[in-house]
Nanobody, 115 residues
Framework: QVQVVESGGGLAQPGGSLRLSCEASGSDFNTYTLTWYRQAPGKEREWVAISTNSGSPDYAASVKGRFTISRDNSKNTMYLQMNNLKPEDTAVYYC?????????WGQGTQVTVSS
């Protein structure tokens, strides 16, 4: 079992920045595939960004160039730096951890972009 906890959400103005964190338990964090998803009101959950233990990160077209995913294996934590935020980025952001072919979700953190 992997425990997953997101944090760092809040209210930001258009053009502003936020940094989300995702902490996951386990002694083999460096092997995890880590993914950010988001779900806006009335919409399906969508993939945002992914970090594997071996490949380059990848991003959805809607956030590429604005969001940066990173990880600190020594802290069992993944980050999502979100810059130049837009109102359409408003959503609950979820962290998904893939370990040994099983997926684990956090409870989500709300991001609201509004003036």
């Amino acid at each position: 079992q992997v425990q997953v906890v997101e944090s760092g959400g809040g209210l930001a103005q258009p053009g502003g920045s936020l940094r989300l964190s995702c902490e996951a338990s386990g002694s083999d964090f460096n092997t995890y595939t880590l993914t950010w998803y988001r779900q806006a009101p009335g919409k399906e959950r969508e993939w945002v960004a992914i970090s594997t233990n071996s490949g380059s990160p990848d991003y959805a077209a809607s956030v590429k160039g604005r969001f940066t995913i990173s990880r600190d294996n020594s802290k069992n934590t993944m980050y999502l730096q979100m810059n130049n935020l837009k109102p359409e980025d408003t959503a609950v952001y979820y962290c998904n951890v893939q370990r040994l072919f099983r997926g684990y979700w956090g409870q989500g953190t709300q991001v609201t972009v509004s003036s």
